[in-house]
């Protein structure tokens, strides 16, 4: 199939507001796409590459390179030239890497081109990426969505199901369930203000610490274990004394579901950004190990022995927890039972959890069951929420819907010499009208267009809701912001009136 079918049918998915219209056009593409490339097709329209981010930037995807006059490329060409990107490596990788992106896209037309940015950078906008193609699959298959997702769910990828369904149909999905040494994406939590909303949403409950370390599933059959983080990336190399933990349980047969932290001398856990680089570290680790010992905190059991637990309620998974993971082991939790009478105790859980040093809490409905790779209503997280006044530093231009917009913004705080320090960036928050309004506001403070990136004056200030601070060498003031989105603008303010970065400091201690 010829990319440019893919990239018209992005376009015309991201053009268009209507659910139903966008699972329309890509059950169409779906449907006609040969069977071998049909993977390919639907992972492309899910705005993800089969082998990852290649790990390139604008200053290689952005060289001005001219288009192709008329559609040539293919999906497999594409695939065949990722496949290449992902396996440069050594001296001399970015010149290679750049032969190999200019290529690409001097095969593509004008239209290609725009598509592949977006997806070579992860920045594919079309609205609602995977879910709507999940949709259009089970359109273009004759298959109930529900099937579907639980059957992607378990096996861990959309393409390698949709494949397997657009050829067989509704037998491909029969016998799909949870199996020992195949990840299967996590179950993840919604969003409560508080507690108390947490409590009348959810009724009895369990009340868990939410700690700010590795998501990891831990799969045991016999001696053999793997370990697996939330996007189902195997790391058991890189964490031996969770492995070891694994085996000293007494089963033989099971799926666990934890986070793994590191601590300090006084038991408290360390900040996120130590443990990631632990866990990315591939070249010494034994020296990591010594450096920053970790341990695994478990808060569910998926399967034990030959039974799949998926749909038990969570107060009896955790009661089979219980039974083989000892304590120590084990996040700390509190059940309420009734809510209306324990809500006191679940407040003071609360900060307690955040006294040791913890993120927050989730709240988990006690007759939940664990929806594989779904935000339900039944877990809710709680956890504080940071917010900040920052000055817009400078602004990408979008891709995508969001083409001809101001989007990614460069966020900076106030330095005591009157300069500004950057923080991150995010486009997170923006509303479409946020971004049509902030384009043209930031149109009249440029200084400088490279074409992809606006330089402005320092005078609009944005409200920042934030989860907490990572040390980053990146950045002049030696820290960022994790998980910013954009609250609203605040042309109200003068860039005079900002947090300063000894706020931003004292304020993210906690993270720090």
């Keep these: 199939m010829l990319l440019a079918e893919v990239a018209r049918v992005s376009r015309e998915v991201a053009g268009t507001a209507a659910r139903s219209r966008k699972t329309a056009l890509l059950a169409e593409v779906f449907a006609a796409a040969p069977a071998e490339e049909a993977g390919l097709v639907v992972s492309y329209l899910s705005g993800r590459l089969p082998q990852g981010r290649p790990g390139i930037g604008w200053r290689t995807l952005g060289r001005d390179t001219a288009p192709a006059p008329l559609p040539s490329l293919t999906v497999r060409a594409v695939d065949a030239a990722v496949s290449e990107l992902a396996a440069v490596a050594g001296p001399g990788a970015q010149a290679e890497r750049r032969r190999i992106v200019d290529g690409l896209l001097g095969a593509a037309t004008a239209e290609e ?128 004394e969770v492995a070891e933990l694994a085996r000293s349980l007494p089963g033989e047969r099971f799926v666990l579901d934890g986070e793994v932290i590191g601590q300090d001398a006084d038991g408290r856990p360390v900040p996120f950004q130590e443990i990631a680089a632990r866990v990315g570290s591939r070249v010494d680790v034994a020296a990591a190990r010594r450096a920053l010992p970790v341990r695994a905190y478990f808060f569910d059991l998926l399967a034990l022995g030959d039974r799949v637990l998926l749909d038990l309620p969570v107060r009896d998974r955790h009661a089979a927890l219980a039974a083989l993971v000892p304590e120590a082991s084990r996040v700390r939790r509190l059940v309420v039972d009734d809510p209306a009478a324990r809500a006191a105790e679940a407040e003071a859980f609360l900060s307690g959890a955040l006294d040791r040093g913890h993120e927050g809490v989730v709240v988990k409905a006690l007759d939940s069951v664990y929806a594989a790779g779904r935000r339900g209503k039944r877990w809710l997280k709680v956890k504080p929420v940071h917010t900040l006044d920052l000055v817009v530093l400078a602004a990408e231009w979008g891709h995508g819907r969001r083409t001809g917009l101001l989007s990614n913004l460069h966020l900076g705080a106030r330095t005591a010499d009157g300069t500004y320090a950057m923080l991150g960036k995010t486009f997170k928050g923006l509303t479409d009208e946020m971004l049509r309004w902030q384009t043209g506001r930031l149109g009249e403070l440029a200084q400088e267009d490279d074409g992809f990136t606006v330089r402005v004056r320092p005078e609009l200030v944005v409200e920042i809701a934030y989860d907490g601070l990572q040390r980053s060498p990146r950045y002049p003031a030696g820290v960022a912001l994790r998980f910013a989105r954009v609250l609203r603008h605040r042309p109200d303010k003068s860039a005079e009136q900002a947090d300063t970065v000894e706020t931003v400091l004292e304020q993210g201690g906690r993270g720090t």
């Design 113 to 240: 081109q725009a598509f592949l940015r977006g997806l070579l950078s992860g920045e594919v906008r079309q609205g609602s990426l995977e879910a709507v193609a999940l949709e259009g699959v089970a359109k273009a298959a004759g298959v109930p969505a529900a099937d579907l997702r639980r059957a992607v769910m378990l096996e861990g990828a959309l393409p390698r199901v949709a494949a397997a369904v657009l050829a067989e149909g509704a037998a491909a999905l029969r016998g799909v369930t949870l199996r020992v040494g195949q990840p299967v994406r996590p179950m993840l939590a919604g969003t409560a203000r508080s507690v108390a909303d947490a409590l009348v949403a959810l009724g009895p409950c369990a009340v868990e610490e939410k700690l700010d370390g590795i998501r990891v599933q831990v799969h045991r059959s016999g001696d053999e274990v793997r370990i697996h983080t939330r996007s189902l990336d195997e790391i058991t190399d890189r964490l031996p």
